[in-house]
């Protein structure tokens, strides 16, 4: 049977992608090489008692539009619960959603940041509904551009400058600069600053010190609606099953356990794909969801690319870091409700950060912990992909061992709890999870891969050097994070060049 589009991989971003083209008229399909849909959205069934845990991501939203242009069943996810960050010796830094009530948290440690903390909340929010609109905006393809792929650029232009003098500056200035740098422009307290350059470095392999810090904080800030997690009810696995009930609504299907081994290409231009198990599927339009890496040099291959084209995409820079670990306790654990995390300094943050530089595992790890019953989900950095000197069922047991250390020390007790602990490494990710160097972006969140050089400079627009071959993952423009940005946009693109 022939599609109209063939979209390779149902993580959020190809489900968003597929419901818009659906949505359009186009006949769809969704090939997914794991037996399950969601791609890093699912809530699964590990094994040995660890039942609907949310594997991967602990909280998720997509961008309300697309909820609203898709009529997704979802329910609004929950206030924002209390960031609370554990300090040395025992000390803790709750930061609650409320402000006032943040303030008077602070103010403990300084009475002058308790006073900024209402207007740099003001500040973020603003920062990050630009970042959305930036998201949303198609980027130009540098250097070549018709003026009319211009007018949009422009409009976001006109929208920074009505963010007023001051914040646009700030803005600006914030992409470049360090988290530490950041944080310092507003606060004097090093335990706050600790507390927000922590979002700034979760999920990226940077340090808080590292140029650019800033604008991560900005994307993840936007992405999560602040500091702390807000928990799904159900889990996360019920968005994409939410995406999954309106793609097949709308006449579109999904095909799990169907890996796609290549993307059949004659002449210049995509004509289908080829399965793992041999089956061939012909479509007028192929989209990749996978990595840009993953989807240039494995699924099409290097011999249909211009050689310029084959080394940029091998340059594009994949560097896991994140390990997942699950722990099962006897429910006395002791850790308080909300998103904790370990981040007592920046400093102490950098260390961590210092290990995957040298391909080792952080001594002192940023951990970032949630809990859901007697399970608790601890987000691990860093545990590089790229391990020097060990090989990873090792690591594997050293990264448990000092994430279970680490939150003893600060809940003594949690230890005794401990019952039985899963861990996912980057190896994991990319095994498991088709993510190349076990990256959750699809390519990290660095300044020269963002914009108008996401995934590559002059391939901004989701189209590709093959004809009817897109990308509308997280390594393209508007992508990273959970949002639905990438597949929105890519999907947008491709019926505005079918017409
Ligand atoms: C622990 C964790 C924390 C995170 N925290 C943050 C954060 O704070 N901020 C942030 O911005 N991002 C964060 N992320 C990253 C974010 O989750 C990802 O950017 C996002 O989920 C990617 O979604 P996607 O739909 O683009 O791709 P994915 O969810 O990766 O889906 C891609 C799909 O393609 C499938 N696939 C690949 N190859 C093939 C093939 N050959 N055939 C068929 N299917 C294939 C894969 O199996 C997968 O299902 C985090 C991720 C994790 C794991």
Redesign the pocket.
């Known amino acids: 049977m022939a599609y109209d589009v063939i979209i390779?991989?149902?993580?959020?971003?190809?489900?968003?992608a597929a419901n818009y083209l659906a949505k359009a008229g186009k006949k769809v399909l969704v090939?997914?090489?794991?037996n399950i849909?969601?791609?890093?959205?699912v809530s699964e069934s590990l094994g040995d008692g660890f039942n609907n845990v949310d594997?991967?991501?602990?909280s998720?939203q997509l961008r309300p539009d697309i909820v609203a242009d898709l009529g997704l069943r979802i329910e609004a996810p929950r206030a924002g619960s209390a960031y609370t960050c554990l300090l040395d010796g025992g000390k803790r830094l709750t930061l609650d959603a409320d402000p006032a009530r943040a303030s008077a948290a602070i103010r403990e440690f300084s009475a002058r940041d308790a006073e900024r903390w209402p207007e740099f909340v003001t500040f973020m929010d603003r920062a990050a509904a630009f970042l959305d609109a930036a998201y949303r905006t198609p980027m130009p393809r540098l250097p070549h551009f018709a003026l009319r792929e211009g007018l949009p650029l422009a409009g976001l232009l006109w929208k920074l400058r009505r963010l007023g003098g001051r914040d646009m500056f700030r803005v600006v200035r914030a992409m470049s600069m360090s988290a530490e740098e950041f944080t310092g422009d507003w606060f004097e307290s090093e335990a706050l600053r600790a507390a927000v350059s922590a979002?700034a470095i979760?999920?990226?392999t940077l340090g808080p010190m590292s140029a650019g810090t800033g604008y991560?904080l900005m994307?993840?800030w936007l992405?999560?609606g602040g500091l702390a997690h807000r928990p799904v009810a159900g889990g996360v696995g019920t968005i994409t099953a939410a995406l999954v009930e309106a793609l097949i609504a709308r006449g579109g299907e999904v095909r799990t356990s169907?890996?796609?081994?290549n993307v059949v290409v004659e002449h210049q231009r995509a004509r289908g794909?080829c399965?793992?198990s041999g089956e061939e599927i012909t479509a007028d339009c192929v989209i990749?969801?996978?990595?840009p890496r993953?989807?240039f040099l494995?699924?099409v291959g290097a011999a249909e690319l211009p050689p310029e084209f084959v080394w940029q995409a091998q340059s594009i820079k994949l560097r896991g870091c994140?390990a997942?670990v699950h722990i099962a306790t006897d429910g006395r654990h002791g850790l308080p409700d909300g998103t904790l995390a370990v981040a007592p300094s920046i400093r102490y943050l950098e260390r961590a950060y210092d290990a995957a530089k040298y391909g080792e595992i952080s001594a002192q790890p940023y951990l970032e912990v949630t809990m859901s019953g007697n399970i608790v989900s601890i987000?691990f950095q860093f545990a590089p992909y790229a391990l020097r000197q060990a090989d990873w069922e090792a690591a594997r047991a050293v990264v448990a061992q000092r994430a279970i250390d680490t939150l003893d020390a600060q809940y003594p007790g949690f230890k005794a709890s401990v019952q039985r602990t899963q861990v996912i490494t980057a190896r994991d990710?990319e095994s498991n999870?088709?993510?190349s160097e076990g990256d959750?972006?699809?390519g990290q969140?660095i300044l020269d891969q963002i914009f108008f050089m996401r995934p590559l400079p002059g391939w901004s627009k989701h189209a590709t050097p093959i004809d009817g071959l897109y990308l509308?993952?997280?390594?393209v423009h508007g992508?990273?994070?959970?949002?639905g940005a990438?597949?929105r946009n890519a999907a947008r693109s491709i019926v505005g060049d079918s017409r």
């Open positions: 390779i991989g149902a993580g959020h971003n190809g489900l968003v090939l997914e090489r794991r849909p969601g791609g890093q959205l594997t991967l991501h602990a998720a979002l979760h999920g990226v991560t994307h993840n992405n999560r169907a890996e796609v081994r794909v399965l793992a990749s969801a996978a990595d993953r989807t494995q699924l994140v997942k987000h990710l999870y088709g993510l959750l972006n699809h969140l509308c993952g997280s390594g992508g990273g994070g959970i949002s990438s597949g």
